[in-house]
């Protein structure tokens, strides 16, 4: 008989949970407020997507496709994939939070790393297991340190690539030498949410290693350069037997319509793809030797978005540089629960929100931008 308690009681573990805290959206006072921290895109979505999106308001009464066929299709075409090998999700946080569901529980670890996206950590707690967190190097993932925590209990390890906040990524070799080096029944996802920006030749997303391999996934997202964050859809392409399972305990409806329509149309305007790209690339590029002429340093970034360090001089912080930036409507991501307690990440804003951090932060440094 089980003991009665006086309230419902979560299960161990979930308690300890440190609940997921989006970008802030606000700055209070100020007229003009460019959100730079969630590294959405400043191109918005293509005209094609919003269309789509359009013309499934008018069949809002019945249910979408169970099987998100129509998204399944454009994608396997565009990347040239099999679409049983393609599972959608509201986002792929909840591809990353299924994953976990079924193959982690009480008594099993799953591997991060020390500056990997928070989610990770979440959905392996949420499913009962336990979290065990790797060094970086350079603020870049270090496969010899995952492979060395490598335990019997070992299910699941997890990687962006590249990495969020970092923008760092390990090539394709690297990868490799990862997926060698893991026992079998390990799975290694690899969250390739910032793929469409890297222009790396010795970077893959990860399709060749997940194609050729029972033990790999990718996870990947319309929310950065397609644009479509506020819909919710992500992608993951798996071997056929972890795509079964998951697809026995996932919502039966779990991709909405309009969301399905909408994805589709993205990923087939590929120029629009290439053109956000472009005008990603060039900023990168721009905002990382401007902050660095100011006495800044900047990770190297591969993504959408740059990792600044502030100097540890009184009034130069980060937190500092926060509220500065904040009073003039310019919204970056604080990442101290990333382990960064003196950085901001800024995603890449449209050109007059680019400029404008430049000119404040040479203000902040008391250095000319
Ligand atoms: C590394 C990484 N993975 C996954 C996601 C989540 O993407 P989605 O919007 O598809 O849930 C993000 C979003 O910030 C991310 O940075």
């Known amino acids: 008989m089980s003991v009665e308690m006086s309230k419902p009681v979560p299960r161990p573990g979930i308690l300890d949970i440190a609940a997921y805290v989006p970008g802030k959206e606000h700055a209070p006072g100020v007229a003009r407020v460019y959100k730079l921290s969630s590294n959405e895109t400043p191109l918005g979505a293509s005209p094609k997507a919003i269309e789509a999106f359009k013309a499934a308001a008018g069949n809002l009464e ?15 075409s565009v990347h040239g994939l099999n679409p049983a090998n393609i599972l959608c999700g509201n986002g792929s ?9 079924v193959y982690l529980g009480a008594g099993d670890e799953g591997i991060i790393t020390e500056h990997g996206f928070l989610v990770y950590k979440i959905q392996i707690m949420g499913a009962g297991a336990t979290p065990v967190m790797v060094k970086e190097k350079d603020h870049t993932v270090d496969v010899d340190a995952i492979l060395a925590a490598v335990t019997d209990k070992t299910k699941v390890v997890f990687i962006a690539n590249p990495g ?45 290693v997940v194609s050729s391999n029972a033990n790999v996934v990718m996870t990947r997202t319309f929310s950065k350069v397609y ?3 506020a819909l919710r859809v992500g992608w993951m392409y798996a071997p056929a037997e972890i795509i079964d ?12 319509a309009p969301a399905i329509a909408a994805g589709a149309a993205a990923i087939r305007d590929q120029s629009f793809v290439q053109e956000a790209v472009s005008f990603n690339q060039m900023w990168i590029e721009k905002l990382t030797s401007a902050f660095e002429a100011i006495g800044l340093k ?10 600044i360090h502030f100097p540890d001089i009184d009034g130069k912080r980060a937190a500092e540089a926060d509220e500065f930036l904040t009073s003039r409507g310019y919204i970056l991501r604080a990442v101290r629960g990333y382990g960064f307690p003196n950085s901001l990440r800024m995603s890449i804003g449209p050109e007059e929100a680019n400029l404008g951090v430049i000119e404040a932060l040479g203000e902040f440094m008391g250095r000319k931008a």
């Not at 026992?183 to 399709?207: C, F, M, Q, S, T």
């Open 164 to 208: 969020n906040p970092t923008g760092t990524y390990i090539p394709v070799s690297e990868i490799r030498r990862l997926q060698a080096g893991l026992p079998k029944h390990v799975i290694l996802v690899l969250d390739a949410a910032y793929a469409e920006y890297v222009r790396r030749n010795d970077y893959e997303a990860g399709i060749e």
């Open 245 to 256: 399972a998951l697809n026995r305990v996932r919502g039966p409806f779990n991709m909405n």
């Open 298 to 307: 900047v990770t190297p970034s591969v993504a959408n978005f740059v990792l």
């Open 93 to 101: 946080d909840e591809l990353l939070g299924l994953l976990c569901h």
């Open 62 to 76: 019945r249910y979408p496709d169970g099987q998100a066929l129509e998204l399944r299709e454009a994608i396997a």
């Open 227 to 229: 644009g479509l964050a």
